[in-house]
């Protein structure tokens, strides 16, 4: 089964604090793991991308964290800014069938307050 | 430099007529994918082709969906005699190469009403 779990469904972070996505997968053939920032009525925007050979990946105030014998996978936003507010989708994608079809998770709509 | 462009960016359709999704991806890319997005849901994976292939259409259904990439012109979604269920966003992403691991770039998608 191709899946993706994302959590949570929905945060609220206060401005300057740190925000926290979480994602599962179940299929050990996944082999990249890229995170999208998606804003209302636009097409999703690839932030950052990890393979599962790094643990961690830091690209400015973005961070992923793996855990391969898990199979989970995290993004956290440090200094969390009111602009961050968009939904974010975590995905994953492997050999199987050919190319690098993305099998996306569910979305986290993030809100910062200020 | 121009991204992924995709036409129109709304469109309303009624039952029983057929939807054209058209999208011209990034210059120099000629590797295609299609998603359908849900309303409140994330990205369904439907189909990946190259020019004048389909690579892998796993994701269509089986019925009333088919997808093109000419050799010139852009990649096309047609849905024939949508019905309501069809009513999503439709992203079209591209790549400069196919393979694992490439990044995909989205265009803006085309929201699809069907009254």
């Known amino acids: 089964q191709q899946q993706v779990k994302q959590s949570p469904q929905s945060l609220i972070v206060q401005k300057g604090g740190i925000s926290i996505i979480n994602c599962a997968y179940e299929?050990?053939?996944?082999?990249?793991f890229p995170w999208y920032q998606q804003f209302p009525g636009k097409g999703p925007a690839l932030l950052i991308a990890?393979?599962?050979?790094?643990s961690e990946k830091k690209e400015g105030r973005f961070t992923i964290s793996f855990n391969k014998s898990a199979k989970q996978f995290s993004l956290h936003i440090m200094d969390s800014q009111p602009g961050d507010s968009a939904t974010y989708f975590c995905?994953?994608?492997?050999?199987?069938?050919?190319?690098?079809?993305?099998?996306f998770g569910t979305g986290t709509q993030l809100k910062v307050e200020l | 430099n121009a991204g992924v462009m995709q036409n129109p960016r709304h469109l309303v359709r009624r039952r029983g007529q057929e939807a054209r999704l058209r999208c011209s991806p990034m210059?120099?890319?000629?590797?295609v994918y299609w998603y359908r997005q849900l309303p409140e849901e994330g990205l369904k994976f439907m189909v990946y082709?190259?020019?004048?292939?389909?690579?892998?259409e796993s994701g269509m259904p089986k019925e009333r969906f088919s997808a093109e990439f000419p050799k010139e012109g852009p990649s096309i979604l047609r849905i024939q005699q949508v019905v309501r269920g069809d009513s999503a966003a439709y992203f079209c992403?591209?790549?400069?190469?196919?393979?694992?691991?490439?990044?995909?770039?989205f265009g803006p998608g085309t929201r699809l009403t069907v009254l």
């Open positions: 210059k120099g890319h000629s590797h």
């Open positions: 299929n050990t053939a996944f082999d990249y």
């Open positions: 995905a994953a994608s492997g050999l199987t069938g050919g190319g690098n079809k993305l099998t």
């Open positions: 990890i393979r599962p050979d790094v």
């Open positions: 082709l190259q020019k004048e292939n389909i690579i892998d």
């Open positions: 992403a591209s790549s400069l190469i196919g393979g694992r691991n490439n990044e995909q770039f």
